[in-house]
T-cell receptor
Framework: AQSVTQLGSHVSVSEGALVLLRCNYS??????LFWYVQYPNQGLQLLLK??????LVKGINGFEAEFKKSETSFHLTKPSAHMSDAAEYFC????????????FGKGTRLSVIA | EPEVTQTPSHQVTQMGQEVILRCVPI?????FYWYRQILGQKVEFLVS????????KSEIFDDQFSVERPDGSNFTLKIRSTKLEDSAMYFC??????????????FGPGTRLTVL
């Protein structure tokens, strides 16, 4: 069975500092990997996804993530945090075969301090 | 930009009552999903729906749950007899292609269900 672990339920960074949100997964097959963001009172919005090809994936709002198969990781980074990045971030995985549902991590709340 | 909408944003109900959560998926999408998130826990898959029938469901989706696409635009989740443990945020999502796992699932803002 697939699972996703997000280290740190709450991460706090200073404005302009590096953002690093960690995600590790377990899957019996090469998975598809996703990062979603949820701003207050809004739905889950896709930040980026990895399906095949280049392992470094760039998303919206300056975020990127790198698929590392050997480490079963898909960490999300942004070089310089902005106040508007404060939100809940969810890592998710789905199997390559069929229309399997997304399996989510518990989420990481990012706070950005001025 | 097209978006998934959900109503109501917050529903309060008494234990044992029936509730219907409503969703309007993006208009050209073919796959529809319900997920839920109990406070402090993971977002969990409930059910997926394609071509007017359930394509997959989780063990959470027992006989008290049902889904329906009553017309060309709405997608509903019914909970027949609510329990305290049904209190959660319920998210609707939709994706464009039958290849749902490669397509992006677009999520609505959620309905917070509180069972008293």
């Amino acid at each position: 069975a697939q699972s996703v672990t997000q280290l740190g339920s709450h991460v706090s960074v200073s404005e302009g500092a590096l953002v690093l949100l960690r995600c590790n997964y377990s899957s019996s097959v090469p998975p598809y990997l996703f990062w979603y963001v949820q701003y207050p009172n809004q739905g889950l919005q896709l930040l980026l996804k990895y399906t095949t090809g280049a392992t470094l994936v760039k998303g919206i709002n300056g975020f990127e993530a790198e698929f590392k198969k050997s480490e079963t990781s898909f960490h999300l980074t942004k070089p310089s945090a902005h106040m508007s990045d404060a939100a809940e971030y969810f890592c998710a995985v789905s199997e390559v075969s069929g229309n399997t549902p997304l399996v989510f991590g518990k989420g990481t709340r990012l706070s950005v301090i001025a | 930009e097209p978006e998934v909408t959900q109503t109501p944003s917050h529903q309060v109900t008494q234990m044992g009552q029936e509730v219907i959560l409503r969703c309007v998926p993006i208009s050209n999408h073919l796959y529809f999903y319900w997920y839920r998130q109990i406070l402090g826990q993971k977002v969990e898959f409930l059910v997926s729906f394609y071509n007017n029938e359930i394509s997959e469901k989780s063990e959470i989706f027992d006989d008290q749950f049902s889904v329906e696409r009553p017309d060309g635009s709405n997608f509903t989740l019914k909970i027949r007899s609510t329990k305290l443990e049904d209190s959660a945020m319920y998210f609707c999502a939709s994706s464009e292609s039958w290849r749902g796992n490669t397509d992006t699932q677009y999520f609505g803002p959620g309905t917070r269900l509180t069972v008293l």
